[in-house]
């Protein structure tokens, strides 16, 4: 039988010194899937993805990639994980073809493989006319899309990417979004945080939400948003009708209104007269996280 996952982790555990960062934490990723990790910040994604490419050494539990834990995975196997950090890394002395070459060069690709490699990945990236540019002319977008670009010169099977689209204008990040789905179709495992939930809505199959170091649930987009909060929202601008006085469904207080949460949007309109002002919507990602993990600023 062939083996499903990508990523197993159990019992995945780290400490700093004496800080508990990732408490305990077991998740599996399927080949194939993208899979969104998100947490407010501190939650501790980002030394769960650190663990995960092999750059910190967890403290306890079980870690492995392609069915082999990760501190002896193969070169061969560790070419097959394609990496897009948070920072820009790329090369500015270099252009955009150099540094894609530079690093082909790492994984000892073969020069026929590299010649026939980057003008697909420029094409894939929509990265072609400014192939020549120095990577210090390019807008923050094109050198996301260079880095992406750059993590799938050895064609991965795994693909990590924390926080591909931070910053980024809305045409640079739909046009990400259309070009990870379709490597997705190529059956490349895709994990991915963000803290846009739209983003993480939009590309994935399943979500882990994690705090505080431990996972909170884990979940498709609609299972988790079935569980963790009512289908439909309104938010009622203050101040309310009297009606909502002594409302004794889900509502939160977010100053200068209120959020319902309902099953029936028909009998909460009931609630409501023609002086009301309100928004009704369905319920999205955001409300479960903020549900789930609180409206307290992070630092
Ligand atoms: P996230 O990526 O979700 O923002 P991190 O994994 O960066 O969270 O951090 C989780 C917790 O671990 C935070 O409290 C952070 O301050 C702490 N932390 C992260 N890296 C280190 C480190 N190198 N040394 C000590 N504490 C760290």
């Known amino acids: 039988m062939t083996n499903k996952k990508a990523i197993q982790a159990t019992n995945l555990t780290k400490y700093y010194d004496d800080f508990l960062a990732v408490d305990n934490i077991s998740f599996t990723v399927e080949k194939g899937k993208c899979i969104g990790l998100l947490g407010p910040n501190g939650a501790g994604k980002s030394t769960t993805m650190r663990m995960i490419i092999g750059t910190s050494e967890k403290s306890d539990g079980n870690l492995s990639i392609f069915n082999t834990p990760v501190n002896e995975l193969t070169i061969e196997q560790k070419t ?8 820009d890394n790329l090369d500015p002395d270099l252009n955009i073809i150099q540094n894609l070459e530079i690093y082909a060069k790492y994984f000892a690709l073969p020069n026929n493989i ?24 390019l ?12 993590s799938l010169i050895a064609d991965p099977d795994l693909v990590i990417l924390d ?21 997705k179709k190529q059956g490349k495992t895709l994990l991915l945080t963000t803290h846009y939930m739209d983003e993480a809505e939009r590309l994935c199959d399943s979500i882990i939400i994690i705090d505080g170091g431990k996972v909170l649930d884990e979940g498709t987009p609609a299972e988790l948003i079935k ?18 006085d002594n ?15 309902v099953d029936n949007p028909t009998d909460f309109q009931k609630n409501l007269d023609t002086k009301t002002i309100y928004q009704h919507r369905l319920a999205t990602l955001e409300d479960v996280f903020l549900n789930l993990t609180g409206r307290s600023l992070r630092v």
């Open 114 to 137: 590299i010649k026939k490699r980057v003008p697909e990945l420029l094409k894939f990236m929509h990265l072609e006319e400014k192939s020549h540019s120095q990577v210090g002319e």
């Open 80 to 87: 097959k994980i394609g990496l897009v950090p948070q920072d």
């Open 227 to 244: 569980r963790h909060t009512k289908p439909q929202v309104f938010e009622v601008t203050k101040p309310l009708p009297k009606k909502l």
């Open 247 to 261: 409302y004794s469904g889900v509502s939160e207080d977010i100053g200068t209104s209120v959020l319902f949460y």
């Open 139 to 150: 807008s923050g977008g094109m050198k996301r899309r260079l880095i992406i670009a750059r």
């Open 163 to 183: 926080e591909p689209t931070t910053g980024l204008d809305p045409q640079a990040r739909v046009m990400i979004w259309q070009q990870l789905l379709k490597l």
